[in-house]
């Protein structure tokens, strides 16, 4: 059983350009957060899915930022007209079930460069 | 809401030597305590965790943490360090109930073992 892959695992985008970023969870999990690291700090929660559904997006900013979970397929996280400060690794978590005793599985981030 | 402290960025110890990575939460409700590792350039493992039960949990490499309820504190021990330990150390919570699960994360730890 794969554990939660994510990929390009290292992006680097010019400022204006958009960033594309690919999770595809652990099997059977239809579950899916995604989480930002800035230098130096913590993550951060973004966004949590479930096929097809956003659940909550209350840590996403309000422009450039969007994410889906298809039916079919990974999720995507898309980052429209980067810019530097958007330079950091963005994870993604994937549990099974939400709900008592469930646990989140990280993969192992995409490390985004904006020059 | 909940939020989390860790009260020491860089802890260096030397090999063998005991060491405490402290972290103290903040939260109206109920939480999940969660204790990850990183390690350079790679993604987030779950160290341990403590749901219910015994206040002292044990991972499977020598860590061990203690829940203290009225304290709020979540603290991560380990009697004899070794090389292998450098990484990066974040406690994490999260909520019992609510419509999603998120973990909150601090800012995390870096543990640096010298010979």
């Known amino acids: 059983n794969a554990g939660v892959m994510q990929n390009p695992r290292h992006l680097v985008r010019r400022r204006g350009q958009e960033a594309r970023l690919r999770c595809s969870p652990m099997?059977?999990?239809?579950?899916v957060y995604w989480y930002r690291q800035l230098p130096e700090e913590g993550l951060k929660f973004m966004v949590y899915?479930?096929?097809?559904?956003?659940?909550?997006e209350s840590g996403m900013p309000k422009e450039r930022f969007s994410a889906e979970f298809p039916k079919e397929g990974p999720s995507i996280l898309r980052i429209q007209q980067v810019v530097r400060g958007d330079s950091a690794a963005y994870f993604c978590?994937?549990?099974?079930?939400?709900?008592?005793?469930?646990?989140?599985?990280f993969g192992q981030g995409t490390r985004l460069t904006v020059v | 809401a909940q939020s989390v402290t860790q009260l020491d960025s860089q802890v260096p110890v030397f090999e063998e030597a005991p060491v405490e990575l402290r972290c103290n939460y903040s939260?109206?409700?109920?939480?999940?305590l969660f204790w990850y590792v990183q390690y350079p350039n790679q993604g987030l493992q779950l160290l341990l965790k403590?749901?219910?039960?015994?206040?002292l949990v044990e991972s499977i490499n020598g860590f061990e943490a203690e829940f203290n309820k009225s304290q709020t504190s979540f603290h991560l021990r380990k009697p004899s360090v070794h090389i292998s330990d450098t990484a990066e150390y974040f406690c994490?919570?999260?909520?019992?109930?609510?419509?999603?699960?998120?973990?909150?994360f601090g800012s995390g730890t870096q543990l640096t073992v010298l010979p």
């Open positions: 978590a994937s549990s099974p079930k939400r709900g008592l005793n469930t646990e989140a599985f």
């Open positions: 994490a919570v999260s909520p019992l109930s609510g419509s999603a699960r998120q973990l909150t």
């Open positions: 099997k059977g999990h239809s579950h």
């Open positions: 899915l479930q096929k097809e559904n956003i659940i909550d």
């Open positions: 403590y749901l219910s039960g015994s206040t």
């Open positions: 939260s109206s409700v109920s939480v999940y």
